[in-house]
Every structure is written in structure tokens, then in C-alpha cells.
């Protein structure tokens, strides 16, 4: 199957509180796919629609096959899903979520999960009750690895985990992908750690627009131009980018004290050539480099 | 199939095998109080008094028996669902490639069957001590009634769980007033084998609770509005 996961016309919303429009997208086979989006724009909730756990509202949104919130057992078998804060059995030892989770999948690998939980370097009998949020994630992920699935869903993976668990999850997810060719959908706030190993990225935004990019190519094209201004008050400044904002194909402008920050899929000198009739110091207008956090704080916003 | 069965089992003992052992202590301490009170009835009360009561009056000096199988179904429940319903953890289990009405049925049968073995132990424990005083008709009788509370007890159990399962506001209401309204008759009869005649309407009530589990379940898996 090409496409794990298709959705078509997908409309979603909260009483009378729309979060989606007509959202329409197709996550190819072995590729890495981050959902992005500032707090409140719908990630949870396409997660939870993915997983089967919400019917949406109209459209179709299918599932290796079938829709999302009628799997029958044989496809969930192929589904792994890490939900958020790592949710497992707390009362669990290691070894006993282990022996549980394997009587339920037919291809469960027990090897995947013990080489992952023996890097914690806590006995099998320690409960779960008493881990960290860091060695919790280990152990769900060695859950969710040794299924062996052909599609992962992973709902905000870096909740809760400090820098170095983080590294840990997304390095040992990296080595489990080089050997199975298996799609990821994963949410996560902080962006940073999806520059490595993330392919494609889903911008979702308030009101149901997106947009999808190819992580190189989004990177290669979004640019960040920062200028001086001489505005006297934010408001003033405010009122003159609004302008241009609507005018023309900038995405977003940042205001500071003394300066902007423009950013746009715009090459340089068009740029330039926009901005050109507001009160400027255009000697300082140059391009500056970014990384996937500073690319997503410009696309979506600050506020 | 029996994958899923032994798994949710293992699960579902692992979770309250602690709570399971106290509960049981607590069961045991308690008919056991029951027990010395008959027994003081006994020793105080001259025997043509107590025969007076018991067989004239129908009356049961072990009416305290009657909450114990109610409270300790309610417990349990809250006991092996409260950690599934935090932080929906439920989903977990409705994600394992089994079909989720045999998953939720793990989930409740197991918790009937540790109940199960619990009042099967407080009844015969009751009977048996109550058979060192009493004739064999009395204890048959007894036991019909006795048995009745704790078939209401599993009741209890049932109703806890499926009102903590089901996720829609105003069907917890329904059910916490529907099947609550149907277990009053039972504390409103105060004299033995008054209640015998109940004993099919509360294993029906069990069925339709074991109905409204799989609705819940349908309710809390396809909600097209968060909860």
C-alpha cells in the first residue's frame, strides 16, 4: 500500500467550534511525517481521529484501508500508538508489561524490547509506578517497537522528557526505521529534535488551513529577513505590516523594539522590493539563518 | 481469543490482587462479625426467644450482611476502573487487536469472577456457621436470601463499572438513576425469604448491564465530540 494513511475532505469540529475544514492528505509509505501547529489548532484532535478514537465530524480519513474509527483487529495489530505523557500500566513491572503486551501481537519481538530497556540499566522487576518520565518513555517505546507495525502514531513523544531522553527516543526510533520500512505520524512541542529525522511536515493552523512540505525543501525556500524600523510605537509598526501581510506572499512579521523579522518563502530581493515603502532602515535588511523552531515560530506566529 | 483472555486476566490480577487481598480480609472480618452477633443472640436470648424471632418473626439478626456485598461491589469497581478511565488509559486497551467487545467483556468478567470467589466464600462461610445453630431449612432459605445481595452486589459492580466507562454526561445520569431506583426494593424488605421472588429480575438487570457495558464502550471509542 502506497498511502498507510489518506484523508479526504476531513471536517472536524466542537460543537459550534470548527477545527477543521476540508483538510485532504496522504502520508506516504517509510516516511517520517511531524505535525506542527501552535497549541489549539487541532493537532490532538487529528491525532486522536487517526487513532480511531474520534469519529470526525464528515470526510474520510482511512487507515491502512479502513477507516480510521472502524479498525478491525487484524489492522490495529499493524498500529502501534504511543499516546500522550507515555501512557502505560503503572502497576506493571518491566517484565510484566512485557509478558502482557506480547499475548496480543501476533509479531511481537521480545529482543526489540529488551534491548532497548536494558540500556536504562533498572532490574525487570522495577514497577513503572517508580520510573521517571524519561525511562518510561524507553520502556513504552520498547512496547511500541518490538510490535513491529508497519504505521506509528506517536502523540506529543517529547512530553515530559528532558534533552537527553529525547535524544535517546528519536535516536533508537531512527535505528528501529533503518531496518523497517514503517510510516510515523508524531506531534511533538518541541520542534528542535524533529530537524534530524523527520521527512515530510504537516503545518496545521487555526480555522483548518495546512500546508505540507518536504522538511529539506521547506527549509531550503522559508526565509527569515530581518530589517530595522523606525516605528515609535508597536501599534504603528503593527499597522504597517498588516499591510504588506495581506498585500503580498509574506507569511509573518515579527515586530521587536528596533527591528522586524519577515519571514517568507520569497527569495531576497522580492522581499525587498515589498517592503520597500515602509519607514525602514534598509541597509541592515539581511537574511538570517534557522533552524526547524525558528522556521515553525515564523510560520505559525508567536501569538 | 484466548490470548486476549489470559492477557486481560493477567492484567486485571496483577492490578488488584492487593486490593483483592484486603478486600477479602475485610469480607471475612466482617461475617465473621456477623457470626459473634448471632452467636451473642444465642448466649444472651433464651432459644425459644431467638426461635420466636427468627422463625416467627422472620426476622434477620444479620441484616447488616446486606451492604456488604453492595459496598464491596461498588469499591472494586472503582478499584479496577478508576485507573483505566485516568488519563483515558482505556484506550490502551481498546487498541489491542481484539475485537473491544471481548476486550471489555475481559475486563468485566474477570472483575465478576474475583467477586465471584469472594461472596462465594462469605456465603458459605455465613451458611456454614449459620448451620452449627440453625436446621438445614432455615440455612436454605437463608442462603436464598443472602445469595440474592450478593447477586445484587455483583449489580453493583456492573452499574459502577459501566457508569464509569460510559463517557456521555447524561447517560451516567440515566444509569445511576434507572439501576439505583431497581436495587431499592431490595433494602425495603426487612424479613427472611421476602426477596427470594427478586432473584431472576437481578440476574436480569446483570444481562442488560452487560448490554449497556458494550454501548458505553461504543459510546467512549466512536464520541464524535471529546468528553
Same mark, same amino acid.
Given at each position: 500500500m502506497q498511502y498507510p494513511v489518506i484523508i479526504e475532505n476531513l471536517c472536524h469540529a466542537y460543537k459550534d467550534f470548527p477545527v477543521y475544514d476540508s483538510l485532504s492528505m496522504r502520508f506516504e509509505k517509510g516516511k517520517i511525517y511531524g505535525v506542527l501547529g501552535k497549541n489549539g489548532v487541532g493537532k490532538t484532535t487529528l491525532i486522536k481521529i487517526l487513532m480511531g478514537f474520534l469519529r470526525p465530524v464528515s470526510g474520510k480519513c482511512s487507515v491502512l484501508g479502513e477507516p480510521s474509527h472502524a479498525l478491525s483487529a487484524q489492522t490495529r495489530n499493524k498500529i502501534a500508538l504511543l499516546f500522550e505523557r507515555h501512557l502505560a500500566y503503572e502497576f506493571f513491572t518491566i517484565e510484566q508489561a512485557e509478558k502482557y503486551t506480547s499475548q496480543? *501481537?501476533? #509479531?511481537? #519481538?521480545k529482543d526489540i524490547f529488551y534491548d532497548l530497556v536494558n540500556?536504562?540499566?533498572?532490574? *525487570?522487576?522495577?514497577?513503572i509506578a517508580y520510573m521517571s518520565e524519561g525511562q518510561r518513555s524507553q520502556v513504552v517505546l520498547g512496547l511500541l517497537l518490538a510490535q513491529q507495525a508497519e504505521l506509528l502514531i506517536l502523540d506529543d *513523544?517529547?512530553?515530559?522528557?528532558d534533552a537527553g531522553y529525547r535524544s535517546l527516543f528519536i535516536d533508537y526510533l531512527q535505528e528501529y526505521l533503518k531496518e523497517n520500512n514503517a510510516t510515523v505520524i508524531l506531534t511533538s512541542h @518541541? @520542534?528542535? #529534535?524533529m530537524e534530524s529525522f523527520v521527512d515530510d511536515i504537516l503545518f496545521l493552523e487555526k480555522g483548518g488551513k495546512t500546508a505540507h512540505y518536504a522538511l529539506p525543501e521547506f527549509m531550503r525556500t522559508f526565509h527569515c529577513y530581518t530589517v530595522g524600523h523606525q516605528y515609535q510605537t508597536f501599534q504603528d509598526a503593527a499597522n504597517a505590516v498588516q499591510k504588506i501581510i495581506k498585500r503580498h506572499e509574506i507569511k509573518n512579521i515579527e515586530i521587536h523594539g528596533n527591528y522586524l523579522e519577515i519571514y517568507s518563502f520569497l527569495p531576497k530581493a522580492a522581499v525587498c522590493e515589498v517592503i520597500g515603502n515602509l519607514s525602514l532602515d534598509m541597509a541592515g535588511f539581511m537574511e538570517v539563518p534557522m533552524s526547524l523552531e525558528d522556521a515553525f515560530i515564523g510560520y505559525t506566529g508567536r501569538y | 481469543m484466548k490470548n486476549a483472555v489470559r492477557g486481560i486476566f493477567y492484567k486485571e490480577w496483577i492490578k488488584l490482587r492487593f486490593f483483592y487481598a484486603f478486600l477479602f480480609l475485610f469480607n471475612f472480618l466482617f461475617v465473621l462479625w456477623i457470626n459473634l452477633d448471632i452467636y451473642t443472640l444465642f448466649r444472651l436470648d433464651h432459644g425459644e426467644i431467638v426461635w420466636y424471632r427468627l422463625i416467627g418473626l422472620k426476622q434477620m439478626p444479620y441484616q447488616a450482611l446486606i451492604f456488604l456485598p453492595m459496598i464491596s461491589g461498588f469499591v472494586f469497581a472503582f478499584w479496577q476502573f478508576l485507573p483505566e478511565m485516568r488519563e483515558e488509559r482505556l484506550r490502551l486497551a481498546l487498541h489491542l487487536p481484539y475485537n473491544n467487545v471481548l476486550l471489555v467483556y475481559c475486563h468485566l468478567f474477570s472483575g465478576i469472577f474475583l467477586l465471584f470467589v469472594l461472596f462465594l466464600f462469605d456465603v458459605l462461610f455465613f451458611c456454614g456457621m449459620l448451620s452449627h445453630r440453625l436446621p438445614f431449612e432455615y440455612c436454605q432459605t437463608a442462603f436464598l436470601t443472602v445469595a440474592l445481595w450478593f447477586i445484587a452486589g455483583i449489580n453493583g459492580y456492573l452499574i459502577c463499572s459501566v457508569i464509569l466507562i460510559e463517557p456521555q454526561k447524561y447517560m451516567r445520569i440515566y444509569y445511576l438513576m434507572v439501576f439505583s431506583a431497581l436495587l431499592i426494593p431490595l433494602y425495603s424488605f426487612r424479613q427472611?425469604?421476602?426477596?427470594?421472588?427478586l432473584l431472576p429480575v437481578y440476574m436480569g438487570m446483570a444481562v442488560v448491564l452487560l448490554i449497556c457495558a458494550v454501548l458505553s464502550i461504543y459510546h467512549y471509542r466512536l464520541r464524535s465530540v471529546q468528553a
Open positions: 496480543f *501481537y501476533s #509479531n511481537w #519481538n540500556r536504562l540499566r533498572l532490574p *525487570y522487576s522495577h514497577k *513523544y517529547s512530553m515530559g522528557l @518541541v @520542534v528542535q #529534535n | 427472611l425469604g421476602q426477596t427470594v421472588e
